[in-house]
Structures are given as C-alpha cells and as structure tokens.
C-alpha cells in the first residue's frame, strides 16, 4: 500500500526543543562541564598553544553578585573563551578581595560589644568566615552564569599564600626606600577611625556652613602700605569649614594678586581682600559703604602677624600659589593639620603642625565650647563663639561637592596623622617612581583611549601613596620597632622570616606569635644596637592588597589585558601599576579596558539604596543565565549601559530568534551523515553556494569583532544574519527542496550540506557568549568523526572553511556557474535586487486580490538585454528565489522608464495546485499513478518509493 503523500514530505526533525526551559536546563549543562572537567579539558587541549593572559581584578566578597558583577565577568568569560576559540590558552584565574573596611563593619555589627572582649585574632576570624561565606556565594553565582575558570582554587587575598606575597611586594618597596612613616595630612573616616586613599573618597553633595571671618592685624600697618599709619586694619578669610580654626595658624596671600585696603565709612575700619573679590566680598560680608584707601601686591603682606579670632595665638602672613580668586575673599584660613596645601605652607614657615582633632573626630585642647565635640558638631557652637566675639562678618549655607567615605558614605576630613606613605618622587632607575609610572602608561593600549589621559593626570597630580589603616582586617604592616631608639629594623633576614611566617601560617600569625617567635635570634637594631623590638598594627591599604594580584597569580608574567569599571583609573588599575612599577619597572599590563556603569532606564546608576537594580541571578532563575549573558553581549560596554527587566525580556525574545533558527537548522539535517552526505561546493547549488559564500564574510566579521572585543557588534550582525539572510531569505527559499526532493537526492544534500555547515558556523562563533545553547546545539549537531565532546573544545571556523577550503567555483557540465566566488556575489546580489523588486509587485497583488499566497502567482519578467541574460542563466531557481510557481522571462528592449530598466507582470498561476508541495502547475495529473501531483513531485515519487 503507497503512503499518504503527506508522509512523503520530510519534515523537520529533531529532539531539540523549541521551548529552551533555561532555567531547568541550564542547571544540567552546569553538571556536564562539572562530569567532564571542562576547564581542565580546555587547558590540556591548549598546553601548547600560545598564551594569552587576562588578569582578573578581584570583586569584594561582601554580598551577592549584582548586574555589575555579572558585566564585569561575563565580558572577562566573553574574552577567555574566544582567546580559546582562536587557539590561545588562555587560562583564567577567578580571584576575591576578602580584607578590609566594609567586612570588618558588617562583623563589627553582628559581635557588637562582644568585640571589646576580643582578641584581634578572634575578629580576624569572624571576618575570615564572613568573606568566606560570601566569596563561596560569588563563586556559585559565577558558575551560575556560565562563567568557566580556576573556581576550584581561585586567588583570595586573605590566603596564606597570598598574604605572604602581600608581604613580599611591601618589602621589595621597604628594601628600595620606597616607604616611610611621616605626619601628613590625609583623608580620614572619623566614623570608621581610619586614614583613607584617594581611591577610597567618593564626592557627594553636602550642605556646610560657610562664614566670613575678621583677623585682626598686630603688626605694623604701615609696613603694608604707607596709607594705613593708624589705621585699625584686619583681613577677612572665608572658609566652609568652621571646625577647623580652632586648627588656624597662618592666614595665606597669593604673592602676585593685587590687593586692596577697603576703609569703611562710618567705622574707619580697614579691610585687605583681593581686588578682583572686593566687589563680592563687600556683597556677602555686608560692607555697604567702603573706599580703597591703597592698592598692593600680595607678597607684601608676608611675615605680618593676626590675632587668632578667639584664641591667644599670633596668626601668620603667609604666601601660597594655591590661593585663588574662584570664590572667598583672596585671604585664606591655614590649618596646617587639616589639609594638604595648608600641611606644606606650614612646613614651609616652621609652624605647629600639631592635631588636636582624635581618631573619631572629636576636638580637643581648646575652649569649652567647643571641647570634646565631634567636628560637624563643633560648627555650631564655634560660630556662636565668634559672634559673641566680634569677629563674624557674615554666615550662610553652601552646597557643594564634598569628599565622602565610599564604604559608610558618610563625609570625611583632612587629619594630619603618623602613616606609612610610599613617595611618589622616589628615585626608581634614574627617575622616580612617579614619572617612571608615566612613561610605563604610555607602553600601555588603553581602550578606549581616553584612559591613557585620565590616569596619567591622576598619577602625576597624585600625593604619596598612603598605605596604612588603623583597623584589624587586613594584613600588617610587618616592620618592628626598636625599644630602645624607636627606629624601624632592617633587615633581609626579618622581612624573609615574616614572609615565610605568613606563608606558613597567614597574617594571623602577627597577632598570635610573640616578636621573638618571629624573628631570628640575635638579630640587632641597626642604629642603637639593641635587640627587642615591637611590631607594627596598623594594617596594609586594600589597594595595596589588590594591586599585588599580578605577583600572586602571574609572577613575572604580563597580563594581556586588565578589564574593569571607569573607576579603577584610580583604583586597581592604578594601585596595580605602581605596584608592578615599583617593584619589578614595568606595567603588569600590555592593554587596559574600561566598562561602563549600568543605569536604570532614567539613567540613574544601579543602587541597592535606590532598589532600582537589575538582579542577575533572579533573571537567571526566570529568564535563565544565557539571557544575563546575551544582554552583556547587546550593550556597548564602553558606554554607560541601560538596563531594566523590559529590556531583559526584548533579549529573550531575540534569544529565541536565534533558538528557532538553529532549530530549524537541526530539524532540517535529520538523517544527514556530514561524513558521507556532503556535497562538495563546485557542485552545489549556486544559491547554496552564494549562502556560504555570506556566511564566510560573517565569520570574518565576527572573527574581527572578537578580536577588538566589539563583542556588541557580533550580536548585532548575528541577529541580522538571523532576520535578512536566513529566515527572511535562504530558510524561505530552501524549504521546498529541502521538503519535497527525494532524502537522498543531490540538491537536497546540497541545501542540507549549506546548512550544516552554517549551523557549524554559528554554534562556534556564538560558543564564548551563548554558552549554554551551544553546548546544547552540539550535542545534536550532527558529528563529523573525532569531534570533541564540547563545543567549548573546538576553533573558530575559518572562512575558508566554510567554503570547503574553495575560492574558485570551476563551472559543471550542463549548467553556467560563476568561474569565481566574486562573480557568484555579484550575481546574487543583482538577484536579491530583482527579488525586492517582484515582493513589491506581489504585494501589491495580494492587495488588490489577484492572488492570495505567492505560489498562486505566475511572474512574468521583461528585462534588458543584461538583467535578461543574468535572469536566464538563473531560469531554473527564479520561482523558488521569488516562492512563486512560475516565472516567464522576456527581453525587452529599452527601459519602463523607471530607472530599472525591469518590467514585472504579476497574474494567477496556470494549472492546478499541487496536492504535495502546493506550487501550481499545468502538468497536475499527467502522471496516471500519481494523478493530484505536479510533474516534479511525480519525478520525485517514483525515487522515493522505488
């Protein structure tokens, strides 16, 4: 009995699924790689390929990962995978940054005053389980994602290996001077009692009093300027911070501003501010009826003496070239102990340059109105004092950009303390550590290339490098002290043992052995002789920590790229550098890339506190991880990048373009054996041929687009391949051959032959950021012999490859082929031009009812001579190029005036519809056996069941 002629038609096959079930599946890809080894395998397949190191910047491991994590790694996976896939080994080493501020609080909160009780190792340890729970978290979450890598055994900078090689990069730096201890301003956190790095300040709006102050004069006025003989004189200083003139010790002029001496009417009192303020400073201090009475420079008001506004102190002139005219009065209050200009002014002039502000901000040596208040407290009461004395000219409210702490958020100050600096202007190989910075910045490819710009100016602007904190997580500074001259020991011998010490046993070892448990016997102090010593416990910088990471996981390898935020310009990017510099001459990086912040919709930077977030892992439980990874591949990551769940779900719809597309490439190679059935490219047919041909300029692109990391580009070229060349065009067109010719038949395995190969192309080129669904692909693609286990295992296709290592196209007997691959382009291009134009005309027939679907369509062409000739040598493929059932051609001679030189007749198709493949045709029921049929399904019976 003949089956039905519906089970004739071979239809799609294939156990891939159309519904992905990401969240479901992904899970068991997950377990795949874990059975297999995945990471493993790649690198024994690549021992000996060339390398290719990115160097991965070390997430806080303090909470679950968020939208910037999963960026930051899914553009590192991005990067490693298709490093592979070109045939680099490229291993990547995941790593945490576990000390710190931020966990040390969070611990600090759970013990509460249980810590009092504490010794410090029993805190190190319950921050050690808390980073710990969450760098297990991270590590997970990652994976999660599809992130491949060391997970097994990352680098964490509170290991022990890596806290001996903390110490290791500190010494290299000790042993060559780099280091010091020395009084000196910088940032400080009164609420987390530490010293901060300018890496550690963000800059936020704050509201703070602003006052206008009068310093009386107790010099000699005539010495200024002959016109002020007798006069009562005083000079008006402006300053945002009222705390701080408990702290004032010298009052600062500009050397080369002119100045003006403003004599108030009625008073006779005379004010010096600089002229190009004197307008705004009679305005905002209240002076309404003022004459200049002499006109100066500024260095003549060097070495004149002021009376303290309320303390019994003499007030010094003094000149500076940080003094300007942007706002204030020209004069400006100089605390030497709360800020970094007015610090080196008072080193300058022998000034006290004593603090009397404690670690947690309180004041103290001073009057009772103010004593033992906290800085921000203090504000109020010394503005009450200067008023009752006199001296207060004006006050008010001012808004500006103020440095806060980037850990509790809150403002910060200037508190000149004792902390371990390394000196920016140290001699390193005939320049200095700075300048030898510099020039390493410009070996560097910096992309974009305004990084280059940005971190050079930080590096040449910046001030040593404060490396010390006052807190108990982290590691120690690990110097000892003499008892006996107080100087620090050196010596090779005691820094090699607390090397080996932290290596044996981690940091913790500082606070749990005793000096002499540490050291050597009989080691000396080299300036006085004596032998006991006492260690150091304020704690390394976390930048410090972290810009080791190259000496902990490279050695003395360069890494081939460092990539993260904006921010890491005076963060990571730069700690790394001057470690690297410092220590070993020479940048640890060959190319530094900076990503973009993620916003919200109304392009707000995602915040916790705003709850305007994106959740990766919970897209990855909805939507699954591949969307998280498809939606990194979308964005530009150069720029600031929107983010929202509406957008996650326009991923997912485009995911699923793409799903469907390899579904179909799979539905439609059931019971293709690629080892026996391909067909070879000179004898395939010419739209096949011209497929491959545009897919090999895909690969090229997008082989290209990953080496440049223009990992959006490749998303964007893949999703239009997807729409125009292969649904909208190729899949339309092949379908009826691919469904209707007999199985075996050579121009079936033509079209199947371009599809495998096509499918081929994109489950490798979209491996490193479709993860999940390649493996998936692969497992049902079918194999060639000794394919690897893993799409993940093999290359990149090559475009020659895709051509069947052909360029030249030899023309086969009985048919006319384009001699060459550029004449086959230039063809179907001119082709696909026709075909727009015949969908229009057919459209145009559809609305105006004389066919419904195209193949009730017959197309009649009049061309020219030369479109007449291209069409003809294409007869055959033209009424499925244009999915009609019949095409006529005519020459024509001359134009229809529209510039075409192409007329198109669009009328219903002669005959009847074939009861098998739907095309229309006259030879319906020719055939006495097979009578509902169209002459080329009768042909193609006959093979099928014979």
Partial sequence: ?????????????????????????????????????????????????????????????????????????????????????????????????????????????????????????????????????????????FQRIGVFGQFDHPYSTMSREYESVIARVFFDFWENGFVYKGLRPVYWCIFDRTALAEAEVEYEQHTSPSVWVKYALTSPPEAIDPALAGKGVSTIIWTTTPWTLPASMAVAFHPEYEYVALEDAETHEVYIVAQALAQATQENAGLKNTRAIAAFPGRKLEGTTFRHPFLDRKILGVLADYVTLEQGTGAVHTAPSHGADDFYTGVKYGIDLTCNVDAAGRLHNGLPEYEGKTVFEANLPIIELLKSRGVLMAEAKITHSYPHCWRCHNPIIFRATEQWFIGMESPLHGSTLRQRALDEIGKVKWDPSWGEERISNMVATRPDWCISRQRVWGVPIPIFFCEGCNQPLRSKVADEAVIALFAREGADAWYTREVNEILPAGLKCQGCGGQNFRKEFDIIDVWFESGSSWAAVLGELIADMYIEGGDQHRGWFQSSLLCSVGTRDRAPYRMAVTCGWTLDPQGRAMSKSLGNGVDPVEVANKLGAEIVRLWVASVDFREDMHASDELMLRVADNYRDIRNAFRWILGNLDGFDPAHDQVAFEEMESIDQYMLLITSDLVRDVLRWYEQFEFHRIYQRVIAFRTSELSNFYFDVLKDRLYTYPRKSRPRRSGQTAIWRIGEVLVRLLAPIMSFTAEEVWQFLPAVVDRPESVHLTLFPTPEEVLGNTTELPGKSGQSVPSSTEQLRIDWERLLLVREEVFRHLEAARKDKTIGSGLQAKVALSAPAEIFSLLERYRETLRYLFIVSQVELRPLAGSDGNGSGLKIEVSPAEGQKCERCWNYSTHVGDDAAYPTVCERCSSALEEILA
């Fill in 1 to 141: 009995m003949a089956p039905a002629l519906k089970d004739t038609i071979n239809l799609p096959k294939t156990g891939f699924a159309m519904k992905a079930n990401l969240p479901q599946n992904e899970p068991k890809r997950l377990e795949f790689w874990r059975k297999i080894g995945i990471y493993e395998r790649i690198r024994e397949a690549r021992k000996d390929a060339p390398r290719y190191l990115l160097h991965d910047g070390p997430p806080y491991a303090n909470g679950e990962i968020h939208l910037g994590h999963a960026l930051n790694k899914c553009l590192k996976d991005f990067v490693v995978k298709s490093k592979t896939m070109a045939g680099f080994d490229a291993p990547y080493v995941p790593g945490w940054d576990c000390h710190g501020l931020p966990i040390e609080i969070k611990v600090d909160e759970k013990l509460g005053r249980k810590k009092l009780e504490m010794a410090p190792a029993q805190v190190r340890r319950a921050c050690r389980e808390y980073a710990q729970k969450y760098l297990d978290l991270q590590s997970e979450q």
